[in-house]
Every structure is written in structure tokens, then in C-alpha cells.
Antibody
Framework: EVQLVQSGAEVKKPGESLRISCKDS????????ISWVRQMPGKGLEWMGR????????NYNPSFEGHVTFSADTSIRTAYLQWSSLKASDTAMYYC?????????????WGQGTLVTVSS | IVLTQSPATLSLSPGGRATLSCRAS??????LAWYQQKPGQAPRLLIY???NRATGIPARFSGSGSGTDFTLTISSLEPEDSAVYYC????????FGGGTKVEIK
């Protein structure tokens, strides 16, 4: 079974840095594009962008570009989402997701989510 | 592209039929998907390419439409179908609709 396993919940202060992870535990040798999706408390879904771990090619949603950084380590099949200086408005659930068997942009499966809380 | 979902909330009885709408601000062709999200869970892909059911999705879920108007139909509702449903387009960049909450009472 294909699974994306994300790192645990984080509580941080404004201005701190953070990196969360998403591991593809599938047994395929294929490295798939990984997208990141934000869900603020009680709100809908926002696509943040995607990374091709094989080439490190990245597309950022302009709404997030400059505030977050995507990276990946293909040797351990893990993608990362990173902030250098968190804001209270970054408080949200963050999901990673992989494309289904047809295209990178139909998301299946999803990780279980990482809750990030930023508070002074 | 802005996706507008209606209604915001739908309250129905078990065994009933739910019809959810997603309207795009411009044509997305057939490049639309539907997701189900239950409280405390990640979203789950139900429908992609407007009308194709994802792996393992029951036949009571069906999608239709093209261009700017799309519909997700859930026939013979079950209590476990209580969730928020989102549409998503991929024609121009990638955006989600605001969601429709389905309550089964």
C-alpha cells in the first residue's frame, strides 16, 4: 500500500525556523512529484506548490513563494517543507500529497497531515 | 480560476441523494476532481477528470460536467458520507473550491 508518512505536530514561536517532512513509504522505484497543501483552521484547501524530487524542479504558488522552501532527499524518499521565519498566520495543518496513477495533479494518496502551531 | 461550490451545507437523510455543484470562473475543460474530507482526516480523492472514480471509491459516487459546470452526485446516502466535499481544477494553475458540507441525519 502506498503511504505518505508525515512528521509530527510542531509548536513554534514567531520568528523561529521549522522543517517538516513527508516520507513516501511505497515500494516502487519510481520517484513521484510531491505537492504541499495548506489548510488553515476551519478553512479550505490551498495548494502551495510541488517538487520533483528526482530533479529538484519546483513550482511555487505565488501566494507562498518567498516564504516557504521545498526540498527533497531521494535516497530516503522524503520531501521537506521549510520556513526560515514563522509567523502566527502560518498556523495550519500541512498535507503532502502525491499524484495518482494518471497525473501529478490528482492527489492520491495524501499524508496524514502535520499540524503547525505558531504562537508567542 | 475561481471555483464556487454550492450549496454551502446540505442536510439529507440516509438513503437520499445528494447533488453538489462546482462552478468555474472560466472553462477548465474536463480537468476537475472531487475530494471528501472527514473531520480530523486528510482529504480523499473521489473523482478525477470530471467523471472517473478513483480506486476503491463506491459506485454511489459519480461526477459529471465539463467546461464551467460540474456536479458530484452521491446516490443512496450512508451516514459515513457525512463530510466536506471539495472540487479542484488543474486547467490553469491549481485551485480548490470552498467546499460543501454534507450532513446525514
Amino acid at each position: 500500500e502506498v503511504q505518505l508518512v508525515q512528521s509530527g505536530a510542531e509548536v513554534k514561536k514567531p520568528g523561529e525556523s521549522l522543517r517538516i517532512s513527508c516520507k513516501d513509504s511505497g515500494d516502487s522505484s519510481v520517484i513521484y512529484w510531491i505537492s504541499w497543501v495548506r489548510q488553515m483552521p476551519g478553512k479550505g484547501l490551498e495548494w502551495m506548490g510541488r517538487i520533483d524530487p528526482s530533479s529538484s524542479y519546483i513550482n511555487y504558488n505565488p501566494s507562498f513563494e518567498g516564504h516557504v522552501t521545498f526540498s527533497a532527499d531521494t535516497s530516503i524518499r522524503t520531501a521537506y517543507l521549510q520556513w526560515s521565519s514563522l509567523k502566527a498566520s502560518d498556523t495550519a495543518m500541512y498535507y503532502c500529497a502525491r499524484g495518482n496513477n494518471t497525473n501529478w495533479f490528482w492527489f492520491d494518496p495524501w499524508g496524514q497531515g502535520t499540524l503547525v502551531t505558531v504562537s508567542s | 480560476i475561481v471555483l464556487t461550490q454550492s450549496p454551502a451545507t446540505l442536510s439529507l437523510s440516509p438513503g437520499g441523494r445528494a447533488t453538489l455543484s462546482c462552478r468555474a470562473s472560466q472553462s477548465v475543460s474536463y480537468l476537475l476532481a472531487w475530494y471528501q474530507q472527514k473531520p480530523g482526516q486528510a482529504p480523499r480523492l473521489l473523482i478525477y477528470d470530471a467523471s472517473n472514480r478513483a480506486t476503491g471509491i463506491p459506485a454511489r459516487f459519480s461526477g459529471s460536467g465539463s467546461g464551467t459546470d460540474f456536479t458530484l452526485t452521491i446516490s443512496s446516502l450512508e451516514p459515513e458520507d457525512s463530510a466536506v466535499y471539495y472540487c479542484q481544477q488543474r486547467s490553469n494553475w491549481l485551485t480548490f473550491g470552498g467546499g460543501t458540507k454534507v450532513e446525514i441525519k
